[in-house]
Each structure stands twice: as structure tokens, then as C-alpha cells.
């Protein structure tokens, strides 16, 4: 196998068939330089560079850590290898790159398997000491990472982690549901106890806050304390296949800081991705279709207009919803336009 011609391969963005045995299998004597290129391409999927660059030869590994890449994969791999001893090097770098793949399994999130994974990493000093300095001097982490350290509950744990809590209560978006995501994990500590209260009334004060439940009344389920509902929307007019020719979404969520977006595209006669608008309760994302986008009490007559304009009518079915009985019926009515 010729290992710096596939490695320019992939550093040239073409395709490299089985391109873990290339990396499973570099020689000594490889081009480092060329090599820690493609170790850092890698990077950009942790859970690749996990599974393929175990065996790499300790001289790319020096050079990958001695490389200015961005991001907190780097951060935390410079942290967990010491590069001043050969003799542990190779083995810090294969615990360092196992720790990323146990951030990165497939487990459900409250699992047994992923609790198991996460408190390996909150027991091995090594590792939480890295993941402590990744997530106090990064940005941005995910979420796996503050999960070890809210496991562990120690003060210097703890330190880290309040620096991503500050922002997302500065912020108050999703960033405040996902770190409520921790709790499933987090050790039971004053520190924490409190601060997963904090963060459930902050998110409940956002929730009240919600335009999302200003349209109650436009709807005409009156003031409700909390407003949700997702619809699919099809046309009658069909494919070949028998399917809606467009369809589409709306959801309207309370919940949620992104609390309005709505989507439709027309489907292909081979079932591909064919034109198609979508926007956000902050901006038109794309309008391929031409229709613009609309504020979320205005949504029966953007649907209307819309329909015009693609000359087709809609049938529309709440998939989810907080609404029942007769108000789930009154919002069908306000999507076909119904007063």
C-alpha cells in the first residue's frame, strides 16, 4: 500500500476506499507532516479519529499535538498525552482517544451503559483533569463532556462547568434545556442540587415569556399557560408515487426559544430533495418556492397564499400537541383559515 498516496487522497477531499486500515497501518517511516494532516482532518469527527488513529507512530502523534488546531478535541487530547516521555506516550494517546470514543457512544442518553462510560472517565484522574481544562477553556463542548464532570461534583468540576452555565443564563436558549439534560448524571451535591432548580426556573420564566402564547386567543383556545403543537401539511395534488407532491411543517412551541418554523418542499418523482422554502421565527432560511415567510399569527394566510401561488390545496394533521379535544380541532380550523 502506498500510505502517502491515499493520504493525499483524502487530504485532496477524494475518495479513499477503507481509509481506517490506511491509517491503522502507517509505518515508521511515513511522511509525519503529511500524516498529522490527515490525523487533524480527522479531528473534525472525534469519534473517527477514536477509531482509526490508535496506532499511529509516536512521531505524528508529537506533531498532530504540537499542531494550533481550534476546537476542544485538540484542547483535550494536548492535555490528556504528556509528550515528554516516549515510553507513555503511545498509551496516553490510546487512553486519550478511547475517552473520546466513550464520549461519542450510541447509548440513550439516560442509560445505564452511558452513565457506566461517563463514570469511568470521572474516575480516571488523568482524563478528568484534561476534560476539567477542556471545557474552562473552550467555548463550546459538548454536551458529554460537562456530564463527566457534573458526575463528578468536585469544586474544580464544578468551576469548570459555570462558565458554560453563565452563558446560557445570559442567553437563555437552548443551551439552558440541554444543560437540565444533566441532571440524569449529575452527582448529588448542594452546588449542583441548586443550581438544576436555577436553571428549571429560568427556563420556566423564559416559557411564560413565549410570543408562542400570544396566539392562544388568535387561535381561540384562549390564554393557555403553555401553547405546543407540531402539523404535517401535504397537498391533495400527488406524485406518481401517490404521495403529496409538497410537503411540509409547522411547529408553534411555547417551549422552546426557536418557537415558530415552518417548512415545505416539493418531492420528485425519484424521491429526491426538489425546491423548498423554510424559515425560523428569526429569518427566511431559504424560498426556493417563492413564498416568503410569514410572523406566527399570520401563518393560515401565508399557508392560503401559498397554496395559491402552487396552485394546491392542503390537508393538514397535528402529529404532537398540547392541545386536545375541541381546541385541537379549533387550531385545524385556524390553519385552514376558519374563523
Excluded at 498529522?36 to 490508535?54: D, N, Q, T, Y
Excluded at 476546537?71 to 516521555?85: C, K, M, Q
Excluded at 472517565?121 to 473552550?138: F, K, R
Aim: hydrophobic content about 45%; overall charge neutral.
Amino acid at each position: 500500500m502506498n500510505h502517502a498516496a491515499e493520504l493525499r487522497k483524502y487530504l485532496d477531499g477524494d475518495r479513499v476506499d477503507d481509509f481506517g486500515k490506511v491509517m491503522r497501518s502507517l509505518p515508521p517511516t511515513i511522511d509525519v507532516e503529511l500524516a498529522a494532516k490527515a490525523v487533524v482532518k480527522l479531528m473534525e469527527r472525534p469519534f473517527h479519529i477514536g477509531r482509526m488513529c490508535k496506532r499511529i507512530p509516536g512521531a505524528v502523534i508529537r506533531a498532530v499535538l504540537a499542531t494550533e488546531v481550534p476546537g476542544p478535541t485538540h484542547l483535550f487530547l494536548r492535555l490528556a498525552v504528556p509528550t515528554d516521555n516516549s515510553v507513555k506516550l503511545p498509551g496516553r494517546w490510546q487512553a486519550a482517544l478511547q475517552a473520546l470514543l466513550d464520549l461519542d457512544t450510541e447509548y440513550a442518553w439516560g442509560s445505564k451503559q452511558k452513565r457506566a462510560k461517563f463514570a469511568g472517565l470521572a474516575g480516571d484522574p488523568v482524563m478528568l483533569q484534561a476534560l476539567q481544562g477542556t471545557v474552562a477553556h473552550s467555548e463550546s463542548v459538548s454536551l458529554a463532556m460537562l456530564a463527566v464532570l457534573a458526575l463528578d461534583g468536585s469544586d474544580p468540576s464544578y468551576d469548570a462547568l459555570i462558565t458554560h452555565i453563565d452563558v446560557a443564563f445570559k442567553a437563555g436558549d437552548r443551551r439552558l434545556d440541554m444543560l437540565r439534560h444533566l441532571q440524569k448524571h449529575a452527582a448529588r451535591t448542594p452546588a449542583l442540587d441548586a443550581l438544576f432548580v436555577e436553571i428549571d426556573g429560568a427556563i420556566q420564566a423564559r416559557n411564560d415569556a413565549s410570543p408562542a402564547l400570544a396566539l392562544g386567543p388568535v387561535i381561540g383556545v384562549g390564554e393557555v399557560s403553555s401553547l405546543w403543537f407540531s402539523v404535517t401539511v401535504g397537498s391533495l395534488r400527488r406524485t406518481v408515487h401517490n404521495v403529496p407532491w409538497i410537503q411540509g411543517s409547522v411547529t408553534i412551541d411555547s417551549r422552546s426559544p426557536s418557537w415558530f418554523h415552518a417548512s415545505l418542499s416539493t418531492v420528485e418523482p425519484d424521491f429526491s430533495a426538489g425546491k423548498s422554502t423554510w424559515f425560523t421565527v428569526a429569518k427566511l432560511e431559504r424560498d426556493q418556492l417563492g413564498i416568503g415567510r410569514c410572523d406566527g399569527a399570520e401563518l393560515p394566510r401565508w399557508l392560503a397564499n401559498a397554496a395559491a401561488h402552487l396552485d394546491v390545496e392542503w390537508t393538514f394533521t397535528i402529529t404532537q400537541s398540547s392541545l386536545r379535544g375541541a381546541k385541537r380541532e379549533r387550531a385545524l380550523a385556524w390553519l385552514r383559515g376558519e374563523t
